[in-house]
Each structure stands twice: as C-alpha cells, then as structure tokens.
C-alpha cells in the first residue's frame, strides 16, 4: 500500500526548468513504511526482447529504462564471477592481499576447473604458483574457472569457506536475493540470482573499484604463452562497451551482463533466458542502441535543494525541509512520453529531536506505472524537542487524527 502526496508533470514537452518547477509541490504529510516494491515493464510498449528475464538501468541516474522480471531467481553460471571478484577486489582495496600474493594450485582447483574439467580454463599446472594479478586477468578476461578456485582457496582456505565470504558481501552491498554456492557458478540447486541485483553489483564494482575495473575492457590475455580472448561478445560491437561477463546454464540459458557508454551516458543491461550466444549478442546490442537514442535527461532538484516537507511531532516545528544528496536526474523516452509522478515517502510523523542531514525516507520517481527511481532523502535542518505544552499539543492533535491513518492501512 502506498499512501503519499504525488507532485506530477503533465506535459514532458516542457523545458527541464518548467518541468522542474512543476514538481515542487511540497507533500503535507506522510505514514507509511514501505517494505520493498516490484518494478513494472518501463517502457515495454517501447521495446521488446528475446531474452526471458531483462533489466537495463542507466548509471548516473539510476533511472530503470527496461525491465522484463528482473526478480526471478536464475543459475547465475559463470555471471557468478562478478561476486567472486567483488570479493578478491574488497581484500586488496582492504590491504589483506596485494597483486604480488601467491597461491598454489590445489588439485581441487586443477581438476575442477582446470584443463581437465573441459571448461573454461586458464590452464594453470598443477602444484604451481600465480600470482594475485594474473588470476584476475584470468578469471575476467578468460572467465577461468580454475582462477576462481585458486583465489578462492588461496583467500579463505576452501570455496566453501569463500562462498561464506561471497554472501555476507553480498549482504553488506545490498543484493537481497542471491545465495552463492561457489566461486566459479558452475551448477549447483541452491545458487541463485536475480537480474536486479546483479545490475546492482555491476554498478558497485564499476564505483567502488575503477582501476581494477578496468580489465573488464581487456580485449585479450596471453599467460604461460596461451593466448585467449575476452568471452564478451559486447567488446567488439562498437557500441562504447566495458563489461562485463557471459554465463549459460541449460536451465536459465544463455545470459550476459553488460555495460557500456557513450556521450558520457552509461548504461548496464542484465539479460537471461536466450537460446543462443549470438542470439545473446544480439538482443545486448539492441538495447543498447535503443537506450542511446529513445531517452533524454531530465534534472529535477539540485543538490541539498528541498524535495518535500515531512511532519515532526514533539519539536519547536512542526516540520522539516527534506534534501537530496545529489542532483536528482531522471532519464524520460523522447517519444510516447507518459506522466511523470514523484513522491516523497516516509514513516511519519517523524519524532523529535531530529538531527540535520538525517536520512528519513525516500523521493521516489515513477514514469507511468513504472516505478523507475529512488532517491533517499534527509532532514535538510536539526528540529530540537518542544517544550511541554508544544508536546501536549502535538499528541492532542495526534489522538485525534491518528486514527485516520490506521484505518487506512
């Protein structure tokens, strides 16, 4: 249930500052906690896919352009790696290894993910030592399944124990659905992803981590004298791409994640469900190119301006100015424009005593029925508690109009 005040724009073919204007209209108040939501097809009546499950998402602004069940758990296969190397990058930005570490190769890592698993390998013998930097240049440029395992073991001592490792970052970075199983996402019934929050760790490693991001671009890898090419098929389509992996499964088919810019717009598709690698290919580079061209930036509210006023019980005011952090953006279709809604939503009445720059909520963005950004938001001022009689008229004034709320719940 979503109760909020809505501050709309009905006609997009105003200029950025008249549509800007339009939607500062302030919300009166708000009460209601929000436990998640589901995205709806953005602009599907645009675009069509192949591709089973679809999410493309535009970085900068984080505005959602196209999304097909973008929550339906998959086999991640080897889109797996992505976790694995969020992992190893957090250890060397944390200081725990560096590129020059060694590991061993272990027979478990030789035999399953080596070359005689048949799979994608970096060939690494048996007993021998890489080091840190190469078996990341293996594992994502080669998609090496026996790196995977190397730094898996070399960094927790068994991919049972890394798996452990591969979860909690998970957790800590936000994807609330997946469960890891294994460094190389090789089969298993119990590991599993949703498009949405591999988009979502896409952009994480593309912020957190941009020089080692970079190897996600290496067209190629040459090591113990084997020379073998980047597996994304995306590198080589000329269409501003940098990333970043391939994975099939039998069961989810053919999919890919990835990412691409060009004019200083940056895009990140996740796609699953496809019958063939150059069908994968394909459909990647359509929504690319439609991306590129159907969409045009919007800015809403600069930044620290005020987005809304939410209600405070308790406090020498009776409300508080809310911020955004930054800019607020949103990418809008250049044609077939429909309206475009925000809304500021929190738990309120907010309590006093309130410090500044709190986060309380959040300003979210919806382009038809299609909610396709979130932005939080937070006390732009401190409100201190009010005295005795401004608390005895506060709760008065909350006794009699409280139970308006709850009967709308």
């Known amino acids: 249930m979503r109760l909020s005040f809505a501050m709309m724009a009905d006609n997009l073919n105003q200029s950025p500052f008249q549509l800007a204007k339009h939607l500062r209209i302030y919300a009166l108040s708000l009460g209601v906690v929000f436990a998640g939501f589901n995205v709806a097809n953005a ?21 959602i352009l196209f999304a097909k069940s973008p929550d339906t758990l998959i086999e991640p296969a080897a889109l797996a790696k992505l976790m694995t190397m969020e992992v190893v990058f957090h250890e060397l930005k944390t200081g725990n290894i560096s590129q020059t570490t060694q590991y061993t190769v272990s027979e478990n890592a030789w035999r399953t993910g080596g070359a005689p698993s048949g799979g994608s390998t970096m060939f690494a013998k048996l007993k021998s030592q890489l080091a840190v930097g190469d078996l990341i240049q293996g594992v994502i440029v080669q998609s090496a399944n026996d790196g995977c395992i190397i730094l898996a073991e070399g960094i927790a001592g068994s991919e049972a124990k890394f798996a452990e490792l591969m979860n909690a ?143 405070v019980f ?30 500021v939503v929190y738990n309120g009445p907010l309590v006093a005593p309130l410090e500044a720059d709190q986060q309380v909520g959040m300003l979210r963005i919806w382009i038809g029925d299609a909610l396709v950004q979130e932005t939080p938001v937070y006390t732009a001022e401190a409100v201190e508690s009010g005295d005795l009689t401004k608390r005895s008229i506060n709760a008065v004034f909350e006794l009699s109009t409280g139970w308006m709320r709850r009967l709308r719940f």
């Open 169 to 311: 970052r998970a957790k800590e970075i936000g994807l609330t659905a997946s469960t890891f199983v294994n460094s190389t996402g090789l089969p298993d019934p119990k590991q599993r992803v949703s498009l949405t929050d591999l988009v979502k760790l896409a952009r994480h490693i593309k912020k957190e981590y941009p020089d080692y991001y970079k190897t996600y671009a290496q067209d190629n890898f040459t090591w113990n004298k084997i020379f073998q090419r980047n597996r994304n098929p995306l590198l080589r389509l000329d269409i501003g791409a940098d990333g970043m992996g391939t994975g099939y499964t039998e069961q989810s088919g053919y999919g890919i994640v990835g990412a691409a810019e060009r004019s200083g717009r940056r895009y990140i598709v996740a796609l699953s469900g496809l019958a063939t690698d150059r069908e994968r290919a394909e459909e990647a580079k359509r929504i690319f190119e439609w991306a590129y061209q159907a969409f045009e930036e919007v800015d809403i509210f600069a930044a620290g301006e005020a987005v809304g006023d939410a209600s």
């Open 43 to 63: 602009e599907d009546a645009l675009f069509e896919t192949k591709a089973k499950q679809a999410l493309m998402v535009e970085d900068q602004t984080g505005t």
């Open 314 to 343: 308790g406090g020498v005011k009776s409300g508080v100015p809310l911020k955004a952090h930054e800019k607020v953006s949103i990418l809008v279709p250049v044609a077939n424009r429909d309206r475009l809604k925000a809304h």
